[in-house]
């Protein structure tokens, strides 16, 4: 099992809900991250869970906050976003040996989220 | 700094035909990794290509290859005879030692494959 699966494909909500993003890898990943991504550009790194710790935060607003409830489950709550968080969200892993250099992300086909 | 650089926004290119995708990187760690991804409208990251800072040869995976010149500090995608669902965006993205777990990635280039 090589996937990274994420749900739900794609999210309405309005600027009051508070809604969460799910994904979920098997392939015994220790590293799992959220990257931000509009249309036609390159994707931005938000978290990154290393060992289910919180290794890396991008100075990301309170209102998305990641959970790792295990090393094969993240989460990304949402609460009170704004109409520019409207945008697609990849959910990726990695095995996370000792060297990072040669080590490729897997990444799943991402929740595309629309803020009304 | 690490920093990729893509500066082709589009390329158009006849099916059957090969096509080359521009991606030139600095970074001053010796230990590093250049990645190819394929973004189709689906939206998935999809892994083409891995080319390692110490590897003596040019990465290859099927229609793909990666023509890798240290010196100028480049790693082109080559894709050999185009398919129609070639057509996506490509993302040149690099990983160092020093950089740790962050991938970090070019502009990228839109491919359009005609008939």
């Known amino acids: 099992d090589t996937e990274v699966t994420q749900t739900p494909k794609h999210l309405v909500m309005g600027m009051t809900n508070k809604k969460s993003l799910k994904c979920e890898q098997h392939m015994g990943h220790r590293a799992m991250y959220w990257y931000k991504q509009k249309a036609k550009k390159p994707p931005e790194l938000m978290f990154v869970?290393?060992?289910?710790?919180?290794?890396i935060n991008e100075s990301v607003p309170s209102r998305f906050s990641p959970e790792c409830p295990n090393s094969s489950l993240l989460n990304l709550h949402l609460h009170a976003l704004q109409p520019e968080d409207s945008a697609l969200y990849l959910c990726?892993?990695?095995?996370?040996?000792?060297?990072?250099?040669?080590?490729?992300?897997?990444f799943g086909s991402g929740t595309q989220l629309s803020v009304l | 700094a690490q920093k990729i650089t893509q500066t082709q926004p589009g390329m158009f290119v006849q099916e059957k035909e090969a096509v080359t995708l521009d991606c030139t990187y600095d970074?001053?760690?010796?230990?590093?990794?250049l990645f190819w991804y394929k973004q189709p409208s689906s939206g998935e990251m999809i892994f083409l290509i891995y080319q390692g800072s110490y590897d003596q040869q040019n990465a290859t995976e099927g229609r793909y290859s990666l023509n890798f010149q240290k010196a100028r500090k480049s790693a082109n995608l080559v894709i050999s005879a185009s398919q129609l669902g070639d057509s996506a965006m490509y993302f040149c993205?690099?990983?160092?030692?020093?950089?740790?777990?962050?991938?970090?990635f070019g502009k990228g280039t839109t491919l359009s494959v005609s008939s």
């Open positions: 869970y290393s060992y289910e710790k919180l290794s």
């Open positions: 993205a690099m990983r160092t030692n020093q950089a740790g777990t962050a991938l970090i």
């Open positions: 990726a892993s990695s095995q996370e040996r000792d060297r990072y250099s040669n080590e490729k992300l897997f």
């Open positions: 970074t001053s760690d010796p230990s590093y990794g």
